[in-house]
């Protein structure tokens, strides 16, 4: 029933932009923290954006403020990931989370930034 849908990736070339969009459905997205992860190949699983439910307050990792964006529409259930100045560092699968007394995982969408 808990579902966690991304969508919005593709091939984009460097100092391009794309926004990443997460539907949730099955549990009570207001109240949950939303996170937009990132796996790179060869590389591990880390914490790109979070935007917490209760104040809507957000964080980014080092690499990526200033470029992206994460908002979310409760009423939608939908949390967003604006990329833009994309670097070729920037590829990877972008999995969307959702954390309050447990973790929900999507898919994940794949982001290619090359030339």
């Known amino acids: 029933q808990v579902q966690l849908v991304e969508s919005g990736g593709g091939l984009v070339q460097p100092g391009g932009s794309l926004r990443l969009s997460c539907l949730a459905s099955?549990?009570?997205?207001?109240?949950?923290?939303m996170n937009w992860y990132r796996q790179a190949p060869g590389k591990e699983r880390e914490l790109v954006a979070v935007?917490?439910?209760?104040?809507?307050?957000?964080n980014y990792a080092d690499s990526v403020k200033g470029r992206f964006t994460i908002s979310r529409d409760n009423g939608k259930n939908t949390v967003y990931l604006q990329m833009n100045s994309l670097k070729p560092e920037d590829t990877a699968v972008y999995y969307c989370?959702?954390?309050?007394?447990?973790?929900?995982w999507g898919k994940g969408t794949l982001v290619t930034v090359s030339s």
């Open positions: 989370n959702a954390v309050r007394f447990a973790n929900y």
């Open positions: 935007i917490t439910g209760v104040s809507g307050s957000t």
């Open positions: 099955g549990f009570t997205f207001n109240y949950y923290t």
